[in-house]
């Protein structure tokens, strides 16, 4: 009998990248051909938005927020071999694992990290208010679901990529039931990914015009020799409502809930007309980056206008130098 020959291992493809604009000095700048998806990408849907990416076997994984047809957020499995056009699945995953209460199919504003073999999945989910939903997989076919990690009510669940001090990570925001008028971000940690303790307080809203409301935590944090690179989200109050920006900070590497620094203004506004324009205008919600560890390139992700998906990218050391000028500690 011949033996079958080993399946050839894929190469994974650059990230997607477009130089900076000539002339321009902005630490972040878009995709010039944003969004790259939008409102009908899939027939249940209409809107896509609020997404998160990653590497994988050669290809990229995507987990998408899909607003289906009767105003339901769900959650969509999706596949590109360019992290640019995506193939996405019109039915939503299915978890199994977990208490049969938590299986709604209600979800919004995944995350995904990857630790060691294991690809993590964080989300909104909803148990008696919006709480973080966690689920695991190695294969993106199986999708276990896990204990929801904290009490209602608490959105923007982002873990890191590695255990500190052997404990799992995460940081997310407690909230209110509603549209939360409020929020600062916390840092917890746990030794199984179900029990969760040692919070801290990491960041305030309030103190910087741009998010005088409310911030929260974006993609997964990048380890630099500097610290943990956080991409996070603020919201202002202004005449026609919250206008939602981006934002970068340095979390110390050991004690991540010890802010190094601080950008003092937002590092990426709503001004096109697919991030002020839409199902609710004037959003820029950072959920996920591709990173080249080798040179610092930083494709980032992030929901417009709770509508679109877009892109924008910077350089990882031009990020870290600029939050250092804003040192903060604590």
């Given at each position: 009998m011949a033996k079958s020959s080993p399946r050839k291992k894929r190469t994974q493809p650059e990230i997607p990248w477009s130089p900076r604009?000539?002339?321009?000095?902005?630490l972040v700048w878009r995709y010039p051909n944003n969004p790259?998806?939008?409102?009908?990408?899939?027939?249940?849907?209409?809107?896509?938005?609020?997404?998160a990416v990653i590497p994988f076997e050669g290809r990229y994984v995507g987990v998408f927020r899909a607003d289906h047809l009767n105003g339901m957020p769900n959650l969509h499995l999706g596949w590109s071999e360019d992290a640019l056009s995506w193939k996405i699945s019109n039915d939503p995953i299915k978890f199994t694992g977990g208490d049969a209460a938590y299986r709604s199919g209600y979800g919004y504003d995944p995350r995904v990290c990857r630790i060691g073999a294991d690809y993590f999945i964080t989300w909104c989910a909803d148990y008696h208010g919006p709480t973080i939903g966690v689920a695991k997989t190695r294969d993106f076919r199986k999708f276990e679901r896990l204990e929801n990690a904290f009490l209602p009510n608490n959105r923007n669940g982002?873990?890191?990529p590695r255990r500190i001090g052997g404990k799992y990570a995460m940081l997310s925001r407690p909230s209110d039931g509603g549209h939360t008028p409020f929020g600062d971000i916390f840092y917890s940690e746990s030794p199984d990914l179900c029990h969760w303790g040692v919070h801290r307080h990491v960041m305030s809203s309030g103190s910087l015009w741009w998010e005088g409301v409310k911030i929260g935590s974006?993609?997964?944090?990048?380890?630099?020799?500097?610290?943990?690179?956080?991409?996070?989200?603020?919201?202002?109050?202004?005449?026609?409502?919250?206008?939602y920006s981006m934002g970068a900070a340095l979390l110390d590497l050991e004690k991540p809930w010890i802010v190094r620094g601080r950008i003092t203004g937002p590092i990426l506004m709503p001004e096109l007309d697919?991030?002020?324009t839409g199902s609710v205008p004037n959003v820029v919600f950072p959920c996920?980056?591709?990173?080249?560890?080798?040179?610092g390139r930083i494709a980032i992700y992030y929901g417009a206008a709770d509508t679109h998906v877009a892109?924008?990218?910077?350089?990882?050391?031009?990020l870290v130098a600029e939050i250092?000028?804003?040192p903060v500690g604590k």
């Open positions: 604009p000539e002339g321009s000095k902005d790259i998806l939008g409102r009908r990408a899939i027939p249940c849907a209409q809107a896509i938005y609020n997404s982002v873990l890191f974006g993609a997964v944090p990048i380890e630099t020799d500097k610290g943990w690179l956080l991409l996070y989200h603020g919201v202002r109050s202004s005449c026609n409502g919250f206008v697919y991030e002020t996920a980056t591709l990173h080249d560890e080798k040179d892109l924008a990218f910077a350089w990882r050391d031009e250092l000028k804003y």
